[in-house]
């Protein structure tokens, strides 16, 4: 089970492992979730108090022992929904701070496939009239075929139409995933590189796909065009 998801929301790798626990067992007391997780009894009890407070546990007592139940999986939404509509409300307010930054970089790094969604979305805040992709390799599906369908119909959904050439290695699994507002172009089969390089408006990204990936993205208008006529030149050398 990719229990990612979890993480990416918010939950530590402990208050993951106990929910999943509960979920199996039902209504239990400490022991048995000690026993399946593995954890320790203070971080069983650490975690259980956490998950209570985020409302993901809930427990009734009897005597002096403690009977813990998972809160419904569906319930989660709702705790989704919350944090956004507090994001939202201070939203304004950081923007207001980003506006007011004296300098403002035209690099950033981002590490991990945490830090590549993070990227690939600040990419689409931009203004670009269209979307270009050079080289994308096979190591690029460690990111999973839902987020690049998602990534790809957020972009599709602002308008933003797609020229991506990919290497030939990824022929099959494009198949498998059909994006909109996008042509596709492929390299001849050979030198399997793992660095990407995406141009939007005055953006430049350079994806290394290595097993912890690496993003650089630069803005900056004179090197977006250098980098859009090398991609032009790739594309009439590229085939359909």
Do not use: C
């Amino acid at each position: 089970m990719d229990s990612q998801i979890l993480e990416d929301i918010g939950l530590t790798p402990a208050e993951i492992k106990v929910y999943l626990a509960l979920l199996e067992l039902g209504t239990a007391t400490a022991g048995p979730i000690l026993d399946k997780t593995g954890l320790q009894n203070s971080v069983v009890h650490m975690t259980l108090n956490r998950l209570i407070e985020k409302g993901f546990v809930s427990y009734i007592k009897e005597g002096k022992r403690h009977h813990y139940q998972a809160a419904n999986p569906k319930h989660i939404t709702e705790y989704i929904d919350e944090k956004k509509e507090r994001f939202e409300k201070l939203l304004p307010s950081l923007l207001a701070k980003q506006s007011q930054a004296q300098e403002k970089p035209e690099m950033i790094t981002f590490r991990g496939k945490k830090g590549i969604k993070e990227l690939l979305y600040e990419l689409l805040e931009g203004e670009g009239k269209e979307y270009h992709t050079l080289n994308s390799p096979y190591a690029s599906i460690m990111m999973g075929d839902h987020f690049w369908l998602t990534f790809h119909k957020k972009r599709a959904a602002q308008g933003i139409k797609a020229r991506q050439v990919f290497n030939e290695s990824l022929r099959t699994w494009v198949k498998q995933i059909k994006y909109t507002l996008s042509q596709l172009r492929y390299t001849k089969k050979g030198f399997e590189p793992l660095t990407e390089t995406i141009i939007f408006g005055n953006q430049v990204a350079i994806l290394i796909w290595a097993e912890k990936p690496i993003g650089i993205l630069m803005k900056n208008s004179t090197i977006a065009e250098s980098y859009d006529r090398y991609f032009e030149w790739v594309w009439g050398q590229a085939k359909a």
